[in-house]
């Protein structure tokens, strides 16, 4: 009788004193899915922007995803009727750090790019540098911005 009150209390105090408490469930962020070395790109369906995971070549270094969303949409991409209104050639020729955000010079004026065009720029610059921040674009002596991607990052 003895051994079992003792069993009993060291059980108790046991659990009572790992300090563990109950609590509500924690939803945490949603796992990754894609290939691990992809990039986010914004085609138009339908005429809207929606983000595409295009994956990479394990041996090629990733070109920066504007200069791939330049590059139009590739064979599978196509085959689901993913379009750019970005124009061929467009290039990031450089990125710098600004206030509120960041300042991307591409190879072509930003001022004859169609409102789709830059959102699709916009929101790819966006998620590659980290989702939350707002992108100025200049080239061909035009500045505009600061804009934010118009989509959920």
């Known amino acids: 009788m003895r051994k079992t009150w003792l069993a009993a209390l060291l059980l108790v105090s046991t659990v009572a004193g790992c300090g ?53 949409p590739d064979e599978s991409e196509r085959e689901r009727q993913y379009t750019t209104e970005v124009p061929t050639g467009t290039a990031v020729l450089d990125q710098t750090p600004a206030p509120n955000g960041v300042t991307v010079t591409l190879s072509v004026g930003v001022a004859g790019l169609s409102s789709k065009a830059v959102d699709q720029i916009v929101c790819t610059a966006r998620d590659s540098f980290g989702g939350s921040a707002q992108i100025t674009l200049q080239g061909g002596g035009s500045v505009r911005g600061p804009l934010s991607c118009p989509l959920p990052g």
């Not at 914004?42 to 922007?49: A, H, K, M, R, V």
Request: charged letters at 10%; aromatic letters at 4%; a neutral charge.
């Open 20 to 72: 563990v408490r109950p609590s509500a469930v924690i939803a945490g962020a949603p796992a990754p899915v894609g290939p691990a070395n992809a990039a986010v790109l914004y085609f138009l369906s339908g005429g809207q922007p929606v983000r595409v995971l295009r994956p990479l070549a394990e041996e090629l270094p990733p070109a920066s995803p504007v200069d791939l969303l330049a590059a139009g």
